[in-house]
């Protein structure tokens, strides 16, 4: 039943992402719109943090490295939830907006001891935004009047993958992998401009929509060092080379007779253009450090807590980052992240008396500071946010299925106050759900 709830999803899901708005940001009328849009809930509540967050009970497509550490025959699927709520400021004028999307839906294992596979599809880029002003037009005070330009944006692309992972070296205290996901991108986004004239219903309707559909690859390396029994060291790696996309550019204007009706309008210009879109490179370094105080006594129910570090820099090179059909230039992005997860009790299948849910809860607070690709008044974009959440384990089974929830809070602006500020709060929940420990998959049965 299980198996085939997750192939329905899997199928589902395509229609579902094609259909939401996973961005509610003015600068994503840029180039390809908001890259990454969305945040995982481990992730988020750890300062978007996860190059090196390597755990067997966990996914992390973002470094495709991880797959195999998973537990054999113990497959996981993951499934994300993202919302987020903003409000806008600019000189005297405010704004709010919101959005409620899936982030994610990912299906990893571990096949043998040494290597795993994972496949998921989630959502690449994402344009969305609605915005308006106006002009005085005409001279002659008698025959003056008012445009009114709408500005509308929808759509974004999304990146069915397939990622492997191999260990390279596997030792008792050493383990060295190397992983990869390979991904086809696909989707439309549309960026539409309306402009009306307050004294009449008559205008014009611009349209510019992009169409992709390419293969794409990234790059994972995650090396593990066990210093005693209760200290544990990550360094993780990640890299997306520059790619080029094929694509498909249209750009369309009609005269409205009456913008609110499309029917009876004509179209005065319908290009389609063909070329290719060269995509920014990334390059992520990461760590993470366990600390976790294991019982040494024999059939000791006392807890036994773990304490986690964890951080990473992200570079992006949009120098690399190439239009066929527009002229735009982005800045260089850099991305700190910080994260901290206690768990009073790390053995979450424990089922002592002393140990209750809340022993077996982890607690995550974390913040990250950004560089943005766009520029206002020449002055480049920033993002500051802090964040929290909580892992809820599903005590049912003797699975390591849970619950993860998680918090931002932050801010997008370049300190200028004649520009555009935003701040925002996102809540992300997602599921992790694992079969039973008795439930193995791949488990090769003895015949008697």
Not at 375 to 385: E, G, M, V
Request: with cysteine; aromatic share 12%.
């Amino acid at each position: 039943m299980l198996v085939k709830t997750l192939l329905f999803l899997l199928v589902l899901f395509p229609l579902l992402v094609s259909g939401q708005t996973n961005t509610n940001n003015p600068f994503s009328s840029r180039g390809i719109g908001e890259t990454n849009p969305l945040t995982h809930s481990i992730f988020g509540a750890l300062g978007n943090v996860s190059t090196a967050l390597i755990d067997s009970a966990q996914l992390n497509p973002e470094n495709p490295s991880s797959y195999s550490f998973l537990g054999k025959g113990q497959p996981i699927f993951s499934i994300g939830l993202a919302s987020n709520f903003s409000n806008f400021k600019q000189d005297k004028i405010t704004s709010a907006a919101h959005f409620l999307s899936i982030n994610h839906l990912t299906l990893g294992m571990a096949v043998s001891k040494s290597f795993g596979i994972c496949f998921g599809l989630k959502p690449y880029a994402s344009t969305g935004y609605q915005l308006q002003s106006n002009q005085i037009s005409g001279k002659d005070t008698l025959i003056k009047d008012t445009l009114n330009y709408s500005y509308t944006g929808s759509g974004g692309f999304s990146n069915a993958y397939f990622g492997l992972a191999i260990k390279l070296l596997t030792h008792h205290r050493h383990h060295l992998s190397l992983g990869s996901n390979f991904g086809y991108i696909f989707g439309t986004n549309s960026n539409e401009i309306t402009t009306t004239m307050s004294t009449a219903t008559l205008g014009g309707i611009r349209d510019q929509t992009l169409q992709i559909k390419a293969l794409n690859i990234d790059f994972g390396a995650s090396y593990l060092y066990r210093i005693t029994s209760d200290h544990d060291l990550v360094l993780g790696i990640t890299y997306t080379p520059t790619q080029s996309f094929s694509s498909t550019y249209n750009n369309t204007l009609i005269y409205a007779g009456n913008t609110k009706n499309v029917l009876g309008n004509d179209t005065l210009q319908n290009t389609t253009l063909h070329g290719n879109l060269k995509t920014a490179s990334n390059l992520s370094f990461g760590f993470k450090y366990d600390f976790t105080k294991k019982n040494k006594e024999i059939n000791n129910s006392n807890k036994s807590p773990q304490l986690q570090l964890s951080g990473e820099i992200k570079l992006t090179d949009w120098n690399t980052y190439n239009n066929t059909f527009s002229n735009e230039t982005f800045k260089n992005t850099i991305q700190y992240g910080l994260g901290f997860q206690f768990a009073p009790h790390f053995d979450f299948l424990d089922r002592s008396k002393d140990i209750n849910l809340i022993h077996r809860m982890k607690y995550r607070i974390g913040g990250v500071y950004q560089t943005l690709p766009w520029s206002d008044q020449q002055i480049q974009l920033t993002n500051k946010a802090v964040t929290f959440g909580v892992g809820i384990p599903i005590i049912n089974q003797f699975s390591s299925s849970s619950i993860n929830l998680s918090c931002l809070y932050g801010q997008r602006w370049n300190g200028l106050a004649t520009t555009l500020k935003e701040d925002y709060f996102s809540l992300n929940i997602g599921v992790n759900i694992t079969p039973a420990s008795y439930e193995r998959w791949f488990k090769k049965n003895k015949i008697d």
